[in-house]
């Protein structure tokens, strides 16, 4: 008796051993960081990387990558939750290995949709009427099994509402003011200055104030940094100064004349020296899901602008990427707002600016002098329309500039392209 024991045991074991390795087995995870990827290849665009990006479909959502982005970051700023990181992954199946992205591989960006079953089950169909049933006795109705009452379940499909506006460009990007700022609360010093350069989220960090200058636990601020004059590039005026605002901070502890702090939220690092100024709670801007592309209208004769600057003194960017353009509250911006992004092209200066489709070896218009000379007078005359590369939505008006998210791209999107409100 005890040795059949012993062989129902030991088979339990095994099988739950089984199922545990079958489990992890059956549970995708993402390989080790490892080294740097090898075999680099320079793509169309300029760009270098191990992979060999798709090409996606027009008018889907992507996301081309910066320098310093991460699947964590990009899941946080498009799905408003970084742990949701592996959906992104799942989606762009041609990186092979999310901890390494490449500046300029196009990434799909997808909106998660939630399932959820409605508070309320709809009722069972009423059941034929049954006929006139023979008594049954006491013990027949103990011995006869209760059939359980199957109800249907119904679910339904519930959209999630998705923003341009993120905390990463309305608290973690910068601003363009017309006159120089003046600062005198700053971040003097880190609680681990001696070992790094950088703050991040959850540093902590000293202030040069405290309770007597009305600094008190549970403030917030904005971190701001100094950037330099921005100039049109195409009309060369100036425009104003740039600030990088790279986060936020909390105070935790005020004494008299100083306070300590910790960074709750950042985008970039922030550094020993920083300026702060008081926090303030901005709109998040719901995306329009009905608004689509408008890749080829015309001028309408409302305002245009420039794209006089970028974050991180990038020059170009595509879909996802911020920019700042020189009109603002003088032209009645208000956030919401779809711009169209356009460069003009101009008329032919050179006779040999293009090469000819039709030159071949056994097909030569240069024979035909009628066609040639016809060809090359068209050419030299032609206009054409504004070449339109993208889109914008302003998401931060100021005083003589606004920031503005691309929301569709084309093309690049570039400082100096032009821009209208549409």
């Known amino acids: 008796m005890k040795n059949a024991a012993k062989i129902v045991f030991l088979v339990i074991v095994l099988s739950l051993t089984a199922a545990i390795i079958l489990a992890q087995q059956a549970t995708p995870t993402a390989p080790p960081k490892g080294a740097p990827l090898k075999n680099l290849a320079k793509q169309p665009d300029g760009h270098w990387t191990p992979y060999t990006p798709p090409a996606y479909p027009e008018g889907s959502q992507i996301h081309v990558v910066q320098s310093g982005d991460t699947l964590w970051a990009l899941a946080r700023q498009y799905l408003n939750n970084p742990y949701l990181w592996p959906q992104i992954w799942e989606k762009n199946p041609y990186i092979t290995n999310p901890h390494w992205i490449y500046p300029g591989d196009p990434i799909l960006i997808e909106q998660p949709k939630l399932v959820e079953q409605p508070a309320a089950e709809a009722p069972a169909e009423a059941a034929a009427p049954?006929?006139?049933?023979?008594?049954?006795?006491?013990?027949?109705?103990?011995?006869?099994?209760?059939?359980?009452?199957r109800k249907p379940v119904t679910f339904q499909v519930k959209e999630v509402d998705t923003f341009y506006s993120t905390d990463a460009e309305l608290y973690g990007s910068g601003r363009i003011s017309p006159v120089t700022l003046t600062f005198d609360t700053f971040i003097v010093g880190g609680e681990d200055e001696k070992d790094q350069r950088y703050l991040t989220e959850g540093e902590i960090v000293y202030l040069n104030k405290g309770m007597r200058q009305n600094i008190f636990p549970g403030q917030r601020f904005q971190?701001?940094?100094?950037?330099?004059?921005?100039?049109?590039?195409?009309?060369?005026?100036?425009?104003?100064?740039?600030?990088h605002e790279p986060g936020t901070v909390k105070v935790l502890i005020a004494h008299d004349d100083n306070?300590?702090?910790?960074?709750?939220?950042?985008?970039?690092?922030?550094?020993?020296?920083?300026?702060?100024?008081?926090?303030?709670?901005?709109?998040?801007?719901?995306?329009?899901?009905?608004?689509?592309?408008?890749?080829?209208i015309g001028d309408n004769g409302k305002a245009t602008a420039n794209i006089v600057a970028m974050d991180d003194n990038r020059h170009v960017t595509g879909g996802?990427?911020?920019?700042?353009?020189d009109m603002g509250q003088g032209a009645n911006l208000v956030p919401g707002q779809f711009c169209t992004v356009y460069?003009?092209?101009?008329?032919?200066?050179?006779?040999?600016?293009?090469?000819?489709?039709?030159?071949?070896e056994n097909f030569k218009p240069g024979e035909d002098p009628t066609f040639t000379a016809a060809s090359k007078q068209a050419l030299r005359q032609r206009e054409i329309p504004r070449i339109i590369t993208g889109e914008l939505v302003i998401i931060e008006v100021y005083e003589n500039t606004a920031k503005a998210k691309v929301i569709a791209a084309r093309d690049i999107v570039e400082v100096g392209n032009y821009v209208q409100l549409q």
């Open 343 to 360: 460069y003009v092209q101009g008329k032919f200066r050179k006779t040999d600016e293009y090469q000819s489709t039709t030159v071949s």
């Open 320 to 325: 996802g990427g911020l920019v700042y353009v």
């Open 259 to 296: 306070a300590i702090a910790q960074v709750d939220f950042c985008s970039r690092p922030v550094f020993i020296g920083d300026a702060l100024v008081p926090f303030v709670e901005k709109e998040r801007l719901k995306v329009d899901k009905a608004h689509k592309f408008q890749r080829f």
């Open 130 to 149: 049954a006929e006139e049933a023979q008594p049954v006795s006491s013990n027949q109705q103990r011995m006869m099994p209760t059939e359980p009452v």
């Open 223 to 243: 971190v701001v940094r100094s950037g330099g004059e921005v100039n049109n590039p195409v009309t060369g005026k100036f425009v104003g100064y740039y600030y």
